[in-house]
């Protein structure tokens, strides 16, 4: 049993990088988002690239493609998706912090609510440190704003994953209304 699923970017028969872990909670029910870089030790790393190539001996694919893994009991990557013919939900956010030195990432989601303006939230977020501007070491950009609808988040930092659970617990308080249970 594990919280986060692993999870590779492929285009073609190489690994764009190194895996991002897909996060769940509410015991596996509720998909937290992406965190950027895995968790995992660099042999799981190195097996799942095994098993991609192993799938791309027989389909031959040539552009970006993606694997979800779950781990089993004994700690062995098993393949649970395939995503294949669009490029995948974080790849641009995952191609920037692979390209842009030491950054750890946290792609996730929230409900806006009805009236809540993309203004409002940006003021928010800055008036409490947690807005991500060049130059800055850790905070918070939004990928997508749309009130009354689900919207994606990113969290990034240089320090580790420790400073991305400390973001995102200070953005869950500050936006306690975009949380909704159930709509995540």
């Given amino acids: 049993y594990t919280s986060c699923s692993p999870t590779l970017y ?15 909670g509410d015991k596996m029910r509720v ?10 030790p660099i042999w799981l790393f190195d097996r799942c690239v095994e098993i991609a190539k192993a ?14 893994f779950v781990i089993n009991q004994h700690g062995e990557p098993v393949l649970v998706d395939l995503n294949m013919g669009r490029p995948n939900g974080n790849l641009a956010l995952w191609l920037w912090a692979s390209r842009s030195g030491q950054w750890f990432f946290h792609a ?6 009805q009236l809540a303006s993309l203004h409002e939230t940006l003021e928010r977020l800055d008036s409490h440190g947690l807005l991500w501007t060049p130059g800055k070491a850790a905070g918070v950009f939004l990928i997508q704003h749309i009130p009354g609808h689900l919207s994606r988040y990113a969290i990034v930092c240089q320090s580790g994953h420790q400073e991305l659970t400390h973001i995102a617990e200070k953005l869950h308080d500050l936006f306690p209304e975009f949380i909704a249970e159930g709509r995540s």
């Fill in 108 to 113: 996730g989601r929230w409900y806006i609510p």
């Fill in 10 to 24: 492929m285009i073609g028969n190489s690994a764009c990088g190194y895996m991002a872990d897909q996060c769940f």
């Fill in 55 to 68: 799938v791309n001996a027989e389909w031959d694919l040539k552009s970006n493609w993606g694997l979800d």
């Fill in 31 to 40: 998909n937290l988002g992406i965190t950027y870089p895995s968790k995992v």
